[in-house]
Nanobody
Framework: QVQLVESGGGLVQSGDSLTLSCAAS????????MGWFRQVPGKEREFVAA????????FYADSVKGRFTVSRDNAKNTVHLQMNSLKPEDTAVYYC?????????????????WGQGTQVTVSS
């Protein structure tokens, strides 16, 4: 059974930085693309970033491009999301997920395991 555990969320001010981490256990971590999504109440879960199994390719939502950086450490079974220049509109619950499907990385249905989420709140 795959387990994903996020950490690093919190309350920050606009312009601050925050790094989220996700620790994975279960199936071979280094074989899977990992993604970060976020969700606010009343809205659909939104793609934020993804990184392929080797870390060789990284993808970002337009809303975070240039501010967020996704990385992974396959030796430690962890994936990170470095978030800089945070804005109030970045406020959400952030989830890491492991992609088991073959479809587009931006689609949440392509990810078959999810963490419990970590709250990020950015005050203005």
């Amino acid at each position: 059974q795959v387990q994903l555990v996020e950490s690093g969320g919190g309350l920050v001010q606009s312009g601050d930085s925050l790094t989220l981490s996700c620790a994975a256990s279960g199936r071979t971590f280094s074989s899977y693309t990992m993604g970060w999504f976020r969700q606010v109440p009343g809205k659909e879960r939104e793609f934020v970033a993804a990184i392929t199994w080797s870390g060789g390719r990284r993808f970002y939502a337009d809303s975070v491009k240039g501010r967020f950086t996704v990385s992974r450490d396959n030796a430690k079974n962890t994936v990170h999301l470095q978030m800089n220049s945070l804005k109030p509109e970045d406020t959400a619950v952030y989830y890491c997920a492991q992609k088991g499907g073959l479809g587009p990385y931006v689609r949440s249905v392509e990810y078959d395991y999810w963490g419990q989420g970590t709250q990020v709140t950015v005050s203005s």
